[in-house]
């Protein structure tokens, strides 16, 4: 059984419109073009280096999915419910904040990191 979280490079001060438009434009089948938001690409970084996505994979992987879905503003991940998940979401968490990400979780329908609090979940709402 696993959970999935999407990590945004969205502008912490966007509407929930707009979180709205990139999480349906993240999770279809046509992905965006262009160049690698360096917030993506360092947030990934820096979370591989703590839970590595790619062979040979560690049985005790928090990644339910490897490697992980990395597109030019976001990075997917499905997670497994274990004590080794949550220390992954702990960790993709802190590395949000500390690149200035917004975080979707589909379970809950909610955002962190809007107006750049990690603190407070909104709901996204329909």
């Known amino acids: 059984m696993s959970f999935d979280l999407l990590v945004l490079a969205a502008n912490p001060a966007v509407s929930l419109d707009v979180v709205r438009d990139m999480v349906d434009h993240c999770t ?8 690698l938001d360096p917030r993506i690409a360092a947030f990934y ?28 503003d976001h990075v997917s991940m499905a997670i497994s419910h274990s004590p080794r998940g949550t220390e992954a979401v ?4 802190r590395l949000a904040e500390r690149h200035g990400l917004v975080i979707y ?5 909610e955002v962190t990191g809007l107006h750049q609090d990690y603190r407070v979940t909104v709901p996204l709402g329909d």
């Open 90 to 93: 702990k960790t993709v968490c």
């Open 28 to 35: 279809g089948l046509a992905h965006r073009d262009g160049e």
């Open 105 to 109: 979780d589909p379970q809950g329908h």
């Open 45 to 72: 970084e820096d979370l591989r280096e703590q839970f590595p996505d790619y062979p040979p994979y560690d049985p005790q992987s928090p990644w339910m999915l490897a490697p992980l879905a990395v597109g030019i």
